[in-house]
């Protein structure tokens, strides 16, 4: 919440990394820099309720691809023969640790029986 509405907002949340440098300039290095926005899950959540749509989960991103099994998945999988083991405990870091605290995921639905795989 109170993240969305900081003065440094006032013109969008939406952020450039390029080369782990920040930027607002979001035509400058076209395919060469990530663009994230940070979002209003509360509203989120009020505009599904509004349209009869149920909060069937919300995590963060390391919870949501542990429940999934990614960890098991990138021991056993043909990654392991494809990436590096430098390479995978990177991925690994990354996905589960550093960017995995950071990004959320939310998921709605209407009518939904039983909690969605990750959500469990």
């Given amino acids: 919440g109170s993240e ?3 003065h440094s907002r006032a ?3 939406l952020v450039c990394y390029n080369k ?3 930027s607002d300039d979001y ?3 076209i395919g060469k820099q990530d ?7 509360s509203a989120l959540e009020m505009w599904g309720a509004e349209q009869g749509l149920q909060v069937q989960g919300f995590t963060d991103q390391a919870h949501f691809l542990k429940r999934l099994g990614f960890e098991e998945l990138l021991a ?5 023969g494809f990436l590096p083991f430098t390479k995978q405990t990177f991925l690994k870091y990354i996905l589960m640790h550093d960017l995995g605290r950071k990004i959320l995921v939310l998921l709605q639905g209407k009518n939904v029986p039983h909690l969605p795989l990750g959500f469990g």
């Fill in 11 to 13: 013109s969008g949340t």
């Fill in 27 to 29: 035509y400058n290095y």
């Fill in 35 to 41: 663009i994230t926005a940070h979002v209003n899950f």
């Fill in 76 to 80: 056993n999988s043909q990654l392991c």
């Fill in 20 to 22: 782990h440098l920040i």
């Fill in 4 to 6: 969305l509405y900081k």
